[in-house]
């Protein structure tokens, strides 16, 4: 306690008299001058070129605070609302709302400290490989030529990566604070859409390599800590639930209860062991679990909820992409062949003439992790009425004129106009083809949060009907423009989802876990029963 004092006071004293301690300075004053234009573009803060560095600096340090260290200053009034409900804090509706008032609310409740924030951006190799995947690093490990010794555990070759971490940079003529592509030279494009996916961010769209690494790169701090956040939570139920667990309640099962759990907890069981040998393995699983939530150990006894394998937060990050990869799968098992066909057009997937639906399905989902390359005529299928009507009288193609000044035009006979009109000018290129991608990159972008909004429930039906969403009788708007964003949401950008979502369906996982427990103890632990309910 006494060295901490001191501690805490003697940086207290450096930061006062202007020492180059990096509380005193930003990380990103240590950066090269590379590094500074590659975070101020990831970021999409444009900045002249050719530019000094005291010109980049200047720019960095206006936007560092609300990108780098609270990037929930950027956040619109329902993401800030979401967040705080996330944490338990109910507040007025998203539009009712005073933007400053959330914003204050939520940086009590964030992740991180301003303090912390700006120390892990002196040295992201110590969290920006925690988000990856066991194959992504392995892949990592062998192409730069960095030996792991076996096992290839993942906490081993994180310890290898990160020692060699600076040394790939060098070979690589790169530098290592804020990471160029050479960090994800092993990484396919199906690798870094699928990171995107697991923590619940769309690709960019159109999308590029260097676009998809440069979103993956600017959320990976915040994919960190959030996904460390549902993690923690997960332990805490998984831990109340080993809480129970009392040498009387050990006793008194059976060797059929004592082999169930162990078998639902991933305790290896060696073949001939005897019932009191069961009760001993269980005990000092418990003790494991309860003594270090953080270990290896721990994370096998995570059980089901962690598929029984692997460190623990790998193995939620895995979970999330396997609960994305679920909803998405659920999703395309209704759409129709025309929608199957359009996600797979959309992506440049070649359609074998006479598929039939399962194969379809098959091909969407082999594809789920694909990005579609660029605008496309179904890029046009969520516009809105006016949207569409706009372009069709500007596009410079008399029959789309047509259509577009039609007063009785339905938004159908929109879609198709303007898909064909596209079409036409994609294939000859020129004036027509750079003024339809330009009216679609603005509208998107200025559409993006908006879109369905101005739809009508006939509209919305119609758009539900063509992926084959059968509406419920009965629903109602706001229930149908959610419907239509999630089936969207799938068709633009294949398995994205809320990460949250994954992480609540490994935190179930643990629930399960505590309640079958419970189930076996029986009325006698009533008192454990209601200790432990209040803490889940």
């Known amino acids: 306690m006494r060295l901490t004092s001191l501690f805490t006071f003697a940086l207290a004293t450096n930061v006062a008299v202007g020492s180059s301690n990096w509380f005193s300075k930003a990380a990103y004053n240590q950066w090269h001058e590379t590094e500074l234009e590659r975070w101020l573009s990831d970021n999409n803060i444009p900045y002249p070129t050719p530019a000094d560095r005291k010109d980049l600096e200047s720019l960095i340090r206006k936007n560092w605070d609300t990108y780098a260290i609270a990037p929930y200053k950027n956040w619109d009034t329902e993401n800030l609302a979401t967040y705080l409900k996330s944490k338990g804090i109910e507040t007025k509706g998203a539009a009712e709302a005073n933007k400053d008032s959330l914003v204050s609310q939520v940086q009590s409740q964030w992740y991180e400290t301003e303090d912390k924030a700006q120390h892990a951006w ?30 290839r ?21 790169e530098t290592a604070s804020y990471p160029g592509n050479w960090l994800y030279e092993s990484w396919t494009e199906s690798d870094l859409k699928e990171w995107l996916d697991t923590h619940g961010i769309p690709a960019p769209q159109p999308t590029t ?28 139920r998984a831990n109340a639930a080993y809480g129970i667990l009392t040498d009387k309640i050990i006793d008194a099962w059976s060797d059929s209860q004592l082999k169930e759990f162990c078998d639902k907890n991933g305790i290896s069981v060696p073949q001939g062991t005897k019932t009191n040998e069961l009760r001993a393995l269980v005990r000092k699983h418990r003790a494991e679990f309860l003594g270090d939530t953080l270990s290896g150990s721990a994370a096998s006894a995570f059980g089901a909820a962690t598929s029984k394998a692997g460190n623990q937060y790998a193995q939620a990050t895995n979970d999330a992409s396997l609960a994305a990869q679920e909803a998405f799968d659920e999703a395309v098992g209704i759409w129709s062949d025309s929608r199957l066909k359009a996600y797979l057009d959309a992506r440049g997937v070649p359609v074998p003439q006479a598929s039939k639906t399962d194969e379809l399905r098959a091909l969407v989902r082999h594809n789920s992790h694909k990005s579609a390359s660029g605008y496309n005529a179904w890029t046009w299928d969520d516009l809105s009425y006016q949207h569409l009507k706009k372009y069709l009288v500007n596009s410079g193609d008399s029959a789309a004129k047509k259509a577009g000044e039609s007063a009785s035009a339905t938004r159908e006979d929109l ?122």
């Open 415 to 536: 879609v198709k106009a303007a898909q064909d009109a596209y079409a036409s000018a994609s294939s000859v290129g020129g004036g027509s083809y750079a003024s339809a991608t330009n009216y679609l990159a603005q509208t998107t972008q200025a559409a993006k949060d908006s879109v369905f909004d101005t739809w009508s429930e006939s509209e919305l039906k119609s758009y539900l009907d063509s992926y084959g969403v059968q509406v419920p009788q009965g629903s109602t708007l706001n229930e149908l423009k959610a419907e239509a964003r999630k089936q969207s949401t799938y068709f633009k950008y294949g398995t994205t989802n809320p990460v949250d979502t994954a992480f609540a369906k490994i935190g179930e996982s643990v629930k399960g876990a505590y309640q079958w427990v419970m189930g076996q103890v029986g009325a006698g632990a009533s008192e454990a029963q209601k200790k432990v309910k209040n803490e889940l």
């Open 209 to 236: 390599r260097d676009k998809l690494v440069a979103a993956v790169r600017r959320n990976s701090r915040v994919a960190y800590l959030k996904s460390q956040a549902q993690l923690d939570s997960a332990s805490a």
């Open 122 to 151: 002196t040295d992201t190799k110590d969290w920006i490989l925690d988000t990856w995947t066991d194959s992504t690093l392995k892949s990592f490990a062998d192409k730069n030529g960095i030996p792991v010794p076996q096992p």
């Open 153 to 173: 555990t993942r906490d081993t070759v994180l310890q290898q990566i990160r020692s060699n971490y600076e040394k790939v940079a060098k070979k690589a003529g």
